[in-house]
């Protein structure tokens, strides 16, 4: 062996790497001057004391600038195992498996909007790279497709679709919510790409496609269904479009499977970065309508509590806020949204909440804040039982002293009396009460839903079309489950698109596919009508 005199040290010619790699200043000096420092450097964070470093070094004594402006600091990729992944010891999914089985897009996800971008270890698995499968792909794959099918079908027994345009002056409350999140998702994705934070960018996306499938699209099912709604069809056809642009660098096969779908164009690829100007903004009504999904998601985890299902529709749901006359405007969807009957608004204060027999007590988690807080954790345990606490900019103050979120958990408590209502605590101040107390008419309308969602189901499964009108018939496995189909057997009838309905009693087999109710189940039957 013997040494390359050329060769001074590794680090320096890898820290002469800007200049080396263009002969300069041999060559392509007017290159260089306008091409460097670099906008952005990629490397493991084991280069930092390594790369990094003599880059920077070489780069102020030679030229008295830094030698990058940006860097990407990826931490390392570990194996199922937990060990550094290695192609001797293939502790990793067979890529391509994974490329056959979910697609390269999934791979791409998973480790653009893992931790691994922002110097943290990422173990690999197979369930890690299919959540984002279920995340993110499918929910927007689902949409288009939901897209699709409802466009070609518009136009009623013609079947002449509808041809989407691009366009964001819908008036409709929902299109207009739908609207203005898609400008914030274009501002806030290209603010974290332009701090090259490509995580930052997957986290709002996703963000964003729970939004569109599981708010929008679910909230505006019925004016699909009509087909009539231009405006739908125009605001979903621009979000989607949008959306795609917004999404190529992250998903670049399915956005542009669905991009040439939506417009026929040549290639998501080769169109503009979408302007966030040309979206409404209203400030206003994204943070109520985002207040409102909130009170959804308290009141349906209530429900899950209490074991009420979501078809099963409830007598009353009392919303007790500081801001309530913004949200009395959205009772119609709160209703829809959660089953209830009817939705109360009263404006929150110590009074209203003591009038509900409600109070707020604070449990200090003495395993979490103990190592923080030390020998004061005991002193902080027994100020927050005395009720010496606060509620600062969103966090809890106890004595002085602020606790981290995962040091205590704020527990609603009911003071007697109302044994009907179930409780649920909402971000900021404010609580919702949703009463459980079943009569006779909800649980028949609740067993009725369930028995539209069979209808639903066999519908699917014959291959119908959204529009096709059907014979319904429905087989009862006793008197009450039939009566209780026939006491609203006119929305059974409208919701399944049924012009002849027949309710009968039988033997019916139980299982998943014919329960209804707490114990009933019924048998359907659907023929098209030609």
């Not at 920077?56 to 600091?73: E, P």
């Not at 489950?481 to 309710?503: P, R």
């Amino acid at each position: 062996m013997r040494r390359i005199d050329d060769v001074f040290d590794v680090w320096f010619d890898s820290g002469s790497m800007p200049y080396a790699q263009v002969h300069y200043p041999f060559e392509n000096r007017e290159w260089f001057d306008t091409h460097n420092p670099a906008d952005f450097i990629v490397e493991y964070i084991g280069q930092t004391r390594g790369w990094f470093y003599v880059m920077h070094v070489l780069g102020t004594s030679l030229f008295g600038r830094r030698a990058f402006s940006n860097v990407v600091s990826h931490g390392i990729v570990l194996g199922d195992d937990g060990q550094k992944m290695s192609k001797s010891l293939r502790n990793y999914p067979d890529v391509s498996e994974v490329f056959d089985r979910d697609g390269s897009d999934a791979m791409r996800w998973f480790l653009l909007s893992s931790p691994v971008l922002r110097g943290g270890n990422l173990i690999v698995t197979e369930a890690g790279i299919r959540e984002g499968v279920r995340q993110v792909l499918l929910p927007l794959w689902s949409t288009w497709y939901f897209f699709s099918m409802y466009a070609n079908s518009a136009g009623g027994a013609k079947g002449a679709g509808y041809d989407a345009s691009w366009r964001t002056d819908s008036a409709d409350v929902l299109d207009r919510y739908l609207l203005a999140k898609t400008g914030d998702l274009i501002r806030s994705v290209q603010a974290r790409f332009d701090a090259f934070d490509a995580s930052g960018a997957a986290a709002q996306l996703r963000e964003f496609t729970d939004v569109l499938t599981n708010w929008y699209v679910r909230r505006s099912r019925d004016r699909f269904w009509e087909g009539s709604e231009t405006d739908a069809f125009d605001t979903l056809y621009t979000v989607l479009e949008t959306v795609c642009r917004v999404a190529a660098p992250l998903l670049p096969f399915v956005t542009e499977n669905i991009w040439q779908g939506l417009t026929g164009g040549r290639s998501v690829h080769l169109t503009d970065w979408p302007d966030a100007d040309q979206f409404p903004a209203d400030a206003d009504l994204v943070t109520t309508m985002d207040r409102v999904r909130h009170v959804t998601s308290v009141a349906q985890a209530l429900r899950k509590a209490e074991r009420l299902r979501v078809r099963l529709p409830l007598a009353r749901l009392t919303l007790v806020v500081p801001d309530a006359e913004k949200l009395t405007p959205f009772a119609l969807i709160l209703a829809d949204e959660l089953n209830v009957k009817t939705v109360d608004f009263v404006e929150f204060s110590d009074d209203s909440a003591a009038e509900f027999g409600i109070s707020k007590r604070l449990s200090v988690n003495a395993r979490a804040a103990g190592p923080r807080l030390g020998r004061e954790v005991q002193r902080v345990i027994a100020q927050a039982k005395a009720g010496n606490w606060s509620l600062v900019d969103g966090g809890v103050v106890v004595d002085g002293i602020a606790l981290e979120p995962s040091e205590y958990e704020l527990v609603l408590e009911t003071e007697g009396g109302k044994l009907s209502q179930a409780v649920g605590l909402l971000e900021g101040s404010g609580f919702v009460l949703l009463d459980t107390q079943l009569t006779p008419e909800l649980e028949a309308e609740g067993l009725a839903r369930d028995a539209i969602r069979l209808v639903q189901d066999a519908r699917k499964n014959a291959g119908f079309d959204v529009s096709d009108r059907i014979l319904l018939g429905i087989v009862a496995d006793g008197p009450e489950t039939a009566v209780a189909l026939e006491s609203f057997s006119e929305l059974v009838a409208a919701e399944t698109l049924a012009i002849e309905l027949t309710i009968s009693q039988g033997v019916v087999a139980r299982g998943d596919t014919t329960k209804v109710g707490s114990g009933g189940a019924v048998e359907v039957t659907v023929t098209k009508i030609n």
